[in-house]
């Protein structure tokens, strides 16, 4: 079945301490991206990545980190999570190319830092 | 980016055709309309899209004005399944990011 996974699913840290979001899709996907999902704000961008070793900002990059290393696999990385960290993350990708293809989206993994 | 404008709630009965609108008055010549769907608890759905004509698929229809200024995606009959809020969203090729600029959406509620 084709789809895109996040790991954890939900998640209750402490301010300051390392962590790590999985994602990971079986479509041979190049685009991938992270958004974050605040009440009242909508779904905003993070980062994104069109191929292998190829990622840019997106449109709160703050406090993030990304990479990827293999075509199937997008981590998201908070090196020092901070309560306004605290949301509701998801994962999307796409055949990418610009082609407006449609994205697909993980099942969403909720983040509380306190 | 173009903005989208849809009513931010609306109820219909279940096994009823369902009109969702969305005004898009500053379209430009090259923007994709695409809907999205996010039911409860889980990521945006991929729903359906078009550029100037009319629109099927098996989840829904897409009703395109003829000016292009406004949209009216159509679910033929409405389950309880549909309840989720619907985002009309504008996409533009370019060779960049294919970030989804989602609204506030509208939230559909099925009336059993």
């Known amino acids: 079945e084709a789809q895109v996974t996040q790991n954890p699913r939900y998640l209750i840290t402490v301010t300051g301490k390392k962590l790590t979001v999985t994602c990971s899709q079986n479509m041979n996907h190049e685009y991938m991206s992270w958004y974050r999902q605040d009440p009242g704000l909508g779904l905003r961008q993070i980062y994104y990545s069109m191929n292998v070793e190829v990622t840019d900002k997106g449109d709160v990059p703050e406090g993030y980190k990304v990479s990827r290393k293999e075509k199937r696999n997008f981590p998201l990385i908070l090196e020092s999570p901070s309560p306004n960290q605290t949301s509701l993350y998801f994962c999307a990708s796409s055949l990418g190319r610009n082609r407006l293809y449609e994205q697909y989206f993980g099942p969403g993994t909720r983040l509380t830092v306190t | 980016d173009a903005k989208t404008t849809q009513p931010n709630s609306m109820e219909s009965n279940e096994e009823e055709p369902v009109h969702l609108p969305c005004n898009h008055s500053t379209i430009s010549g090259t923007d994709y309309i695409h809907w999205y769907r996010q039911l409860p608890s889980q990521g945006p759905e991929y729903v359906i899209h078009?550029?100037?004509s009319n629109v099927n698929n098996r989840m829904a229809s897409l009703a395109i004005a003829e000016d292009r200024k406004s949209s009216t995606l159509i679910l033929h009959r409405a389950t309880l399944r549909d309840a989720a809020v619907y985002y009309c969203?504008?996409?533009?090729?370019?060779?960049?990011?294919?970030?989804?600029?989602f609204g506030t959406g509208t939230r559909l509620t099925i009336i059993p």
């Open positions: 078009g550029l100037t």
């Open positions: 969203i504008l996409r533009v090729s370019n060779f960049g990011n294919e970030k989804l600029t």
